[in-house]
Structure formats: C-alpha cells, structure tokens
C-alpha cells in the first residue's frame, strides 16, 4: 500500500500530513446531527455582518466624546456666555468676523467698575431720597444690592 | 450699567434712571465726580433742610468718637446721626457722617470683600458733604481712599493736608517725624494708629513695643490689632494670634461691662 495515498492510523498520529490544512477544512463535513453545513452557516452570518457594518455607516451617529472636542465646546461656551454678559449680540466664535473678534475679545475682558462705586450710587438715592429703598423692602428686595440688580438684567 | 460710547453708562432703578458715565478704568476721583453729579440733580426733587441756623448738631461728639478709634462709639454716634439725619435732613450732619464712617472703613480688614457696603457709604456720605457743606472733609477722604485700595490717590490727596498732619506723615513715609507727633501727650489717636501700623511693618516686635507704648487702649484694642493683621502674616506669626486672644477676651469683657452698665 502506497504510504503517501493512504496513511496508516499511527502514521496519521506521528506524522502530520505533509498538505496544510485550514482548520475550517475539519468543518467542512456536516457536524453530525445538524442538517446544515457548518460553511454554509459561516457564510451567511458573515454576510450579514456585512451588512449591518454597512448600513450602521451611512446611519447618523452621535459624535465620539473626545477630551480635545469637549474643551472646546466648554471654551465656546464659555465665551458666548462672556459676550451675553458685556451685552453684545450672541455670536458664534465660528461665525465671528475676524475684523470683528478684537471688539468681541476686548468686551468679553472688559473690566466692571468698582462694586462699590454702583452700590455708593444707591446710597445717595437711598440718603437723599430714600423712597424707592422704602418701597422696595415692602417688596422684600431691600438687600439687593445694586450691583446684582444690573448684573441679572444684564 | 452698559458700555455705551466707550464709557460705563450707569442707570438707577426700575426706571433707569440715568445716574451718568465712567471711563473704562475708573479712578475714585471719576467716581466721586459722578456721584456729585447724581447728588445734585436728586437734590433739586428733594432739597435739603435750609434751616441751618444754631448749633451743628452732635458733631463735636461723633468726632471725638471717630478720633478717638473706637468702633463701638463710633457705631454708637453714627445711630444717633441716623435718627437725625431722618428727622432734619440737616446737611451739617454730612461731614461728621462721612468721618465716622471712613474711620470704621479704616478699622477694617476685609480680604474677602465683605465690607463693600461700609465702604460705599463712607464714600456717598463723603460726596455729599463735599457737594452740600462748604466743610471739605480732606482728611476723610485720605484716609478712605487708602482704605479703599486707591494708594495712589490717597498719596495725592495727602500733599495738600498740612504739613506738621500726621497722615500726611504717614503717606509720605516721615516715619521719624511721625513717630515724634504720636509720642507727644495730646497726641491724636490717629497719628498713633498709623504710628502703628508703620511698626507693624517693620516686624512683630517693632509692632508690639509700638503698640505697648501706648497701652492700654480701652476698647480700641481691635482696632490697634487691625494694624498688625494688615501687615503681618497671621499663619507665620505665633506672638500676633495670642495678642489677638487677649485683645478680644479685653474686649468680651469691656462689651459685657458695656452692656451691663447699659441695661
């Protein structure tokens, strides 16, 4: 018996065969007690797969969280909240002109006078007047100081 | 308050009522003019009592309080200024008002901004009895300027306060000259607080034989402290945290006598 076409059992065992083999080829055989191909199943599950790789890429994602984007999402913010409060109109840094973003950088660094100053101003009304302090503590706000006052309607 | 023109447009109240404008950077002087402003147009809907005739209402008793350095008199003659203030609307109360409260905004050691309000009325009370009252409270206003922060306004204001003044003295650094007026036996209490407070700059000892030059102090031993806490650091300096003890157990004790006698 030719050794090389049909190998003995303990041939088998001691010698691996010299063809290589895949390790789906041991698959390639229905797997006893299943009525389909082992292949057959592989393949379609690899399709589909496939496909869902596929259309998962053309669907609308939400955009990977990242330490860089969400700075600089906190830093737009941050300065949109700035220009709110020197009371400009809200704008974009995106969509702000370059000609314009001096004037825009200049109001967010802008500094407020001295509290003190404005709550002197509510002083003098409050000595030399006194009737809209009177009126507002019946309105329960005599303790707003001034400045707060301008800052919210800010 | 807006930015409108390159200046700081500050309106009062629900009606926006405009008040007037302030450069970029301020100084106290911008903001004593606009205050001046404000006052005089408020005045004009509610003038001031022009009956002024006769004796200046507790003036010479609220300013022995203030020279004195002691904040609870002071405290204590400020009240009564309310009350007439209330009743009279004298416009001679002004000055005396302006003292006391720049004297309690000097005795103040605010370093987490919680006297604002303190300071704003020294300085409304300032303004309006420079713009109501022919007095000229100069040395109030040296003094408040400094307490305020504004160091180079108060060192201008002081070159025009005579000059044997011990707070011209002290801003002008005449630490001999100083130490000198504050030895003498009529001494003002002021040139010893800031005969003082000079001390406290050169050392804990230097502060403490200063201070116990002219000891005791009663009831104005907080206030002789303050001078110490504004120049010394209070985490590094193990002699100033116990004189502190002692001075508030001395002052417990004075505050309960005063209000037992009171009651």
Not at chain 2, 24 to 29: E, H, W
Not at chain 2, 256 to 261: D, E, L, V, Y
């Given at each position: 018996?030719?050794p090389?076409?049909e190998?003995s059992r303990?041939?088998?065992v001691?010698?691996?065969?010299?063809?290589?083999q895949?390790?789906l080829?041991?698959?390639?055989?229905?797997?006893?007690g299943?009525?389909?191909?082992v292949?057959l199943?592989?393949?379609?599950?690899?399709?589909v797969?496939?496909?869902?790789?596929?259309v998962r890429?053309?669907?609308p994602?939400e955009?990977a969280?990242?330490?860089?984007?969400?700075?600089?999402?906190?830093?737009?913010r941050?300065?949109?909240?700035?220009v709110?409060?020197?009371?400009?109109?809200a704008?974009?840094?995106?969509?702000v002109?370059?000609?314009?973003?001096?004037?825009v950088?200049?109001?967010?660094?802008?500094?407020?006078?001295d509290?003190?100053f404005?709550l002197?101003?509510?002083d003098?009304?409050?000595?030399?007047?006194g009737a809209e302090?009177?009126?507002?503590?019946s309105?329960?706000v005599?303790r707003?100081p001034?400045?707060d006052r301008?800052?919210?309607r800010a | 308050?807006?930015?409108?023109?390159?200046?700081?447009a500050?309106?009062?109240?629900?009606?926006r009522?405009?008040v007037?404008?302030l450069p970029?950077?301020?100084?106290?002087?911008d903001?004593r003019?606009m205050?001046a402003?404000?006052?005089?147009?408020?005045?004009?809907?509610r003038p001031l009592?022009?009956?002024?005739?006769?004796?200046?209402?507790?003036a010479?008793r609220v300013?022995?309080a203030a020279?004195s350095l002691s904040?609870p008199?002071?405290?204590r003659?400020?009240?009564?200024?309310d009350?007439q203030?209330?009743?009279?609307?004298?416009?001679?109360?002004?000055?005396p008002?302006a003292?006391a409260?720049?004297a309690?905004?000097?005795y103040?050691?605010?370093?987490?901004?919680?006297?604002d309000a303190l300071y704003?009325?020294a300085?409304?009370s300032?303004v309006l009895?420079?713009?109501?009252?022919?007095?000229?409270?100069?040395r109030?206003?040296?003094?408040?300027?400094h307490?305020?922060?504004?160091?180079?306004?108060a060192d201008?204001?002081a070159?025009a306060?005579?000059l044997?003044?011990?707070?011209?003295r002290?801003?002008?650094?005449?630490?001999?000259?100083?130490?000198?007026?504050?030895r003498r036996d009529?001494?003002?209490?002021?040139?010893?607080?800031l005969?003082?407070?000079r001390?406290?700059?050169g050392?804990?000892?230097a502060?403490?034989?200063?201070?116990?030059?002219?000891?005791?102090?009663?009831?104005?031993?907080?206030?002789?402290?303050?001078?110490?806490?504004s120049?010394?650091d209070?985490d590094l300096?193990?002699?100033?945290?116990?004189?502190l003890?002692?001075a508030l157990q001395?002052l417990t004790k004075?505050a309960?006598?005063?209000?037992?006698?009171g009651s």
């Open positions: 018996m030719d090389g076409t190998p303990s041939r088998d001691l010698w691996p065969s010299p063809r290589p895949s390790i080829s041991r698959l390639e055989f229905p797997v006893p299943s009525p389909f191909p292949r199943v592989l393949g379609i599950a690899a399709l797969i496939f496909v869902v790789l596929a890429d053309r669907m994602q955009p969280v990242t330490p860089a984007p969400a700075a600089s999402d906190s830093a737009a941050t300065i949109r909240d700035l709110r409060y020197a009371r400009t109109p704008r974009s840094v995106l969509t002109q370059p000609h314009e973003m001096v004037d950088i200049r109001a967010t660094r802008r500094v407020r006078p509290r003190r404005l002197a101003v509510a003098v009304h409050g000595l030399l007047i302090r009177a009126a507002a503590r309105r329960g005599a707003q001034l400045g301008v800052r919210r | 308050m807006e930015w409108r023109d390159n200046r700081w500050i309106e009062y109240g629900d009606a009522e405009s007037g404008s970029d950077l301020p100084s106290l002087a903001a003019a205050l402003q404000w006052a005089a147009t408020l005045a004009k809907a009592s022009a009956d002024i005739t006769g004796q200046v209402p507790l010479a300013r022995s020279d904040a008199s002071t405290i003659a400020l009240t009564e200024i009350e203030w209330r009743r009279s609307r004298d416009p001679r109360l002004l000055t008002a003292e409260l720049s309690l905004a000097l103040v050691e605010d370093r987490a901004d919680m006297a704003a009325r300085l409304a300032s009895a420079r713009t109501f009252t022919s007095e000229s409270p100069r109030t206003d040296v003094l408040l300027a307490a305020m922060g504004y160091y180079g306004e201008d204001s070159r306060l005579p044997d003044d011990p707070i011209r002290f801003f002008e650094h005449a630490d001999s000259s100083l130490v000198s007026l504050a009529n001494a003002e209490p002021i040139a010893r607080y005969a003082i407070t001390a406290a700059e050392g804990t000892a502060w403490l034989s200063a201070r116990s030059m002219w000891a005791p102090w009663r009831g104005q031993t907080t206030v002789a402290l303050r001078s110490g806490l120049a010394r209070f300096d193990q002699a100033l945290p116990t004189a003890a002692t001395q004075w309960n006598q005063g209000n037992a006698s």
